[in-house]
């Protein structure tokens, strides 16, 4: 026979049991709500209008990607820069090989991140990433320019492209909302405003010059 305190303990952890599914499947649903919308936003935002890999030889081997990119922020991204937000772009690059027997094989994964910021003393936005120096421009829309166009970028070794049957690289460029401050970060996974991203895309592979 339980006594009075035991049923009254069982009954609060079987509440609380219950409350802890609820709150597990109303988050499964709003992830399941919000994926769909987010990545509709995406593949509409940005558009990658061209993409080829180089395989080049001496004196630096390697796959270079060109690629350009054509994208239009919205108001809301530029007016939180020019208030001293500063926003992150990375353009993700892959290189896999597809197999019918097993899962794809992922060859090569690079990103490249740029931080777009604004200094109200110089009244210049700052544009930079990792292993340059930052680039200072006049205007908003001539700092987005670094950003579209990509040249010369090194994402493999070029013995990994020895074989090319069933190699497929792709890349994409998004608005890297994790990189923003909480109440923005919450703010992006509903506000369309903050949706700036492309789907994967396919990279065309140059003609092999010594082939």
Same mark, same amino acid.
């Not at 690059?93 to 109200?120: G, I």
């Not at 003393?121 to 670094?146: V, W």
């Given at each position: 026979?339980? $006594?009075?305190?035991?049923?009254?303990?069982? %009954?609060?952890?079987?509440?609380?049991?219950?409350?802890?599914?609820?709150? %597990?499947?109303?988050?499964?649903?709003?992830?399941?709500?919000?994926?769909?919308?987010? &990545?509709?936003?995406?593949?509409?935002?940005?558009?990658?209008?061209?993409? =080829?890999?180089?395989?080049?030889?001496?004196?630096?081997?390697?796959? @270079? !990607?060109?690629?350009?990119?054509?994208? =239009?922020?919205?108001?809301?991204?530029?007016?939180?820069? *020019?208030?001293?937000?500063?926003? @992150?772009?990375?353009?993700?690059?892959?290189?896999?090989?597809?197999?019918?027997?097993?899962?794809?094989?992922?060859?090569? +994964? =690079?990103?490249?991140? @740029?931080?777009?910021? @604004?200094?109200?003393?110089?009244? +210049?936005?700052?544009?930079?990433? +990792?292993?340059?120096?930052? +680039?200072?421009?006049?205007?908003?829309?001539?700092?987005?320019?670094?950003?579209?166009?990509?040249? &010369?970028?090194?994402?493999?070794?070029?013995? $990994?492209?020895?074989?090319?049957?069933?190699?497929?690289?792709?890349?994409?460029?998004? !608005?890297?909302?994790?990189?923003?401050? *909480?109440?923005?970060?919450? &703010?992006?996974?509903?506000?369309?405003?903050?949706?700036?991203?492309?789907?994967?895309?396919?990279? *065309?592979?140059?003609?092999?010059?010594?082939?």
């Amino acid at each position: 026979m339980l $006594t009075e305190t035991e049923r009254a303990v069982r %009954a609060a952890a079987a509440a609380a049991g219950r409350r802890l599914w609820l709150a %597990a499947m109303l988050a499964s649903g709003l992830a399941l709500i919000l994926t769909p919308v987010r &990545d509709a936003w995406a593949e509409q935002s940005v558009s990658v209008q061209s993409a =080829e890999l180089d395989v080049r030889g001496d004196p630096e081997p390697g796959l @270079y !990607l060109n690629a350009q990119f054509a994208f =239009e922020p919205s108001p809301a991204i530029e007016e939180a820069v *020019k208030h001293g937000i500063a926003v @992150y772009f990375a353009i993700d690059f892959e290189l896999v090989r597809t197999r019918w027997y097993w899962f794809d094989k992922r060859l090569a +994964q =690079e990103s490249r991140v @740029y931080r777009l910021s @604004y200094s109200p003393l110089t009244r +210049q936005f700052r544009l930079s990433r +990792q292993g340059a120096l930052p +680039q200072p421009f006049d205007t908003f829309e001539e700092a987005l320019a670094g950003v579209r166009t990509v040249r &010369d970028w090194k994402v493999a070794g070029r013995t $990994t492209a020895e074989s090319r049957d069933h190699l497929v690289p792709r890349v994409r460029l998004r !608005l890297d909302t994790t990189m923003l401050p *909480k109440p923005f970060q919450v &703010d992006s996974l509903t506000n369309h405003d903050w949706a700036l991203a492309s789907a994967w895309e396919p990279v *065309k592979i140059a003609a092999d010059p010594q082939h």
